[in-house]
């Protein structure tokens, strides 16, 4: 079973922020990885990556559910050191690209808190990078030995994505979360857009949740 082969990896953000979480995904042909973490664990999860046993040349895919900065630190490192392909949602690439994060996103904010928010996660030039292909609705992740679609669920950025495994496991990004209680983000950039993307899920055979921030959940929890 594939919930079997999840290994959560919860790394603490900057400046007491809370935490993020990275799914190691375990496959018959080797590993993906979904999300990265901030540059600050970037040791830590390195660590982490080869105690579970991926070593460079295992990780075949990384996976980023959307741009922003505590999802994307590590990518262009983790690719380089292990060799792995880059995926994300075209929508979402040139936060990734040019390092910033409020760029695709219908609430504006001042060139000032921009540049701040981007120094506070230590995202730098070193950090910006171009993935090696998009992903986006519909896509099989079955060539990379993992049972899963790509779901489109843009609300918190435009190019978010959720990850659906064939035995009911959704790795949602940040669209859902269980900081208190399962529910939707607070950080929303649409919040109609958002909700709609949870009423698309509803009508999906979902078992288990594995959020961006937070623990784990059944989906069945989840009441809003």
């Not at 075209?90 to 695709?104: C, I, Q, T, V, Y």
């Not at 857009?193 to 929890?221: C, N, Q, W």
Request: proline content about 4%; hydrophobic content about 35%; some cysteine.
């Amino acid at each position: 079973m594939v919930k079997e082969k999840i290994k959560t990896l919860c790394l603490t953000m900057p400046f007491k922020l809370g935490s993020v979480n990275c799914y190691l995904i375990e496959t018959g042909s080797g590993y993906i990885l979904i999300d990265t973490g901030c540059k600050n664990n970037r040791a830590e999860l390195v660590r982490e990556l080869e105690d579970a046993g991926c070593k460079p040349g295992d990780l075949r895919l990384i996976l980023l559910t959307h741009g922003d900065f505590d999802h994307t630190s590590n990518a262009a490192y983790l690719r380089e050191k292990f060799g792995a392909k880059l995926a994300m949602h075209a929508e979402d690439s040139l936060l990734l690209e040019r390092g910033d994060m409020f760029l695709s996103r219908q609430r504006k904010v001042n060139f000032l808190v921009r540049k701040l928010t981007s120094i506070l996660f230590g995202f730098g030039k070193a950090e910006r990078c171009q993935p090696d292909f998009y992903v986006g609705e519909g896509d099989d992740l079955s060539g990379y030995g993992f049972e899963a679609r790509v779901l489109h669920l843009p609300g918190h950025s435009k190019g978010s994505i959720g990850l659906l495994a064939a035995d009911g496991s959704l790795f949602s990004g940040d669209l859902l979360e269980n900081r208190d209680k399962p529910d939707i983000t607070s950080l929303m950039d649409d919040m109609e857009t958002g909700k709609a993307s949870v009423e698309r899920l509803r009508m999906m055979e979902i078992d288990r949740v594995y959020p961006g921030h937070g623990e784990p959940f059944p989906m069945e929890s989840f009441a809003v």
